[in-house]
T-cell receptor, first 113, second 117 residues
C-alpha cells in the first residue's frame, strides 16, 4: 500500500500570511496532483506535476515536485479567505488503460479575515 | 459540458438497512471511480472501473458493498447491510483513459452523504 503523508493536518492563519503544505511518500509516482475541496463539493484539480524538480505557479499558489518524484509542496502567498478549504495531494500511476490515484488525508486550511 | 451527476445527495438510514447510490459520469470518460470520504479525511478508493470492467476493488468490503457499471456508462454502489462506520460521503469521479496525452485528472461529483443511525 502506497501512503501519502500530508502535513500539517490542520492550519489556521490570518489573511495575508504565507503558508506551505507538504506531501511525502516512500513511493515514486508517475505524477502528482493537488486538489482543493470545499464543503459539500467534490475535489477540484489545481495542478498536475510530472517532472522531478518541476515548479508550477497558479496565481498565488506555487507547487513543487521533489527531484525524486516522491514528495511535493504547495506554497500559498498572501492567503485570502477564499483559499479556505481541504487541500489534497494525490499520487498518480497508470496501467491497464486507466489512472490509479492514491490520496493523502488532506490539509484543512482556514484563512481568517 | 455536464459534470458528474450523483444521487441522492443525502441519505439517512438505520444500521442493517440497505442503500444504493447512483452515478452518471461525464460523457466519453472511460474510467469511473467510487471513493469513500470520512469527515475531514482524504478520499479512499472503493472500486475503479475501466469501461464496464473492474480495474481495482481491493479495498471494497465485499461482504456488504457491491458496485456495477451498467453498459460502461452509469454506475450504482450498494451497501447491504449498512453499519455505523459506513457513515461518510461517497464520491463518484470519472476520467479519460490513458490514450493520448492525458494528465489523469479526475472529475468529481458533489457526493452522496450517508448517515447510518
Amino acid at each position: 500500500t502506497q501512503l501519502l503523508e500530508q502535513s500539517p493536518q490542520f492550519l489556521s492563519i490570518q489573511e495575508g500570511e504565507n503558508l506551505t503544505v507538504y506531501c511525502n511518500s516512500s513511493s515514486v509516482f508517475s505524477s502528482l496532483q493537488w486538489y482543493r475541496q470545499e464543503p459539500g463539493e467534490g475535489p477540484v484539480l489545481l495542478v498536475t506535476v510530472v517532472t522531478g524538480g518541476e515548479v508550477k505557479k497558479l496565481k498565488r499558489l506555487t507547487f513543487q515536485f521533489g527531484d525524486a518524484r516522491k514528495d511535493s509542496s504547495l506554497h500559498i502567498t498572501a492567503a485570502q479567505p477564499g483559499d479556505t478549504g481541504l487541500y489534497l495531494c494525490a499520487g498518480v500511476r497508470s496501467g491497464a488503460g486507466s489512472y490509479q490515484l492514491t490520496f493523502g488525508k488532506g490539509t484543512k486550511l482556514s484563512v481568517i479575515p | 459540458e455536464a459534470g458528474v451527476a450523483q444521487s441522492p445527495r443525502y441519505k439517512i438510514i438505520e444500521k442493517r438497512q440497505s442503500v444504493a447510490f447512483w452515478c452518471n459520469p461525464i460523457s466519453g470518460h472511460a474510467t469511473l471511480y467510487w471513493y469513500q470520504q470520512i469527515l475531514g479525511q482524504g478520499p479512499k478508493l472503493l472500486i475503479q472501473f475501466q469501461n464496464n470492467g473492474v480495474v481495482d476493488d481491493s479495498q471494497l468490503p465485499k461482504d456488504r458493498f457491491s458496485a456495477e457499471r451498467l453498459k460502461g456508462v452509469d454506475s450504482t454502489l450498494k451497501i447491504q447491510p449498512a453499519k455505523l462506520e459506513d457513515s461518510a460521503v461517497y464520491l463518484c469521479a470519472s476520467s479519460f483513459g490513458t490514450s493520448g496525452r492525458r494528465t489523469g485528472e479526475l472529475f468529481f461529483g458533489e457526493g452522496s452523504r450517508l448517515t447510518v443511525l
